[in-house]
């Protein structure tokens, strides 16, 4: 069974960094588009930032300049760099992937377990 193992979430000061990371555990065909998603108490689940299989990488508004969304294809990787970091980025992070475990077969969604993100002084 395939499971999506996040790490690097945690506590920082405001216009600190942290760098968020996600792997897929377990034998994967081919992963399609990655990204994270957010979701702060009392808010909807937003998303952040996405990658294509190819690369090509979208930003939510606010964190545009400050977040990079970044694959490695061999490891089945996706990983966020959030610099300068305000408390309104402070939720829970989701990464998220769509996967064919084997050749032939449809993909389906995956999600991981989420981390706790926490910008505060």
């Known amino acids: 069974q395939v499971h999506l193992v996040e790490s690097g979430g945690g506590l920082v000061q405001p216009g600190g960094s942290l760098r968020l990371s996600c792997a897929a555990s377990g034998s994967v065909f081919k992963v399609n588009a990655m990204r994270w998603y957010r979701q702060a108490p009392g808010k909807q689940r937003e998303l952040v930032a996405g990658?294509?299989?190819?690369?090509?990488?979208v930003y939510e508004d606010s964190v545009k300049g400050r977040f990079t969304i970044s694959r490695d294809n061999a490891k089945n990787a996706v990983y966020l760099q959030m610099n300068h970091l305000k408390p309104e980025d402070t939720a829970v992070y989701y990464c998220y992937a769509n996967m064919l475990l084997q050749y032939g077969t449809r993909s389906t969604d995956y999600w991981g377990q989420g981390t706790q993100v926490t910008v505060s002084s």
């Open positions: 990658i294509s299989s190819g690369g090509t990488s």
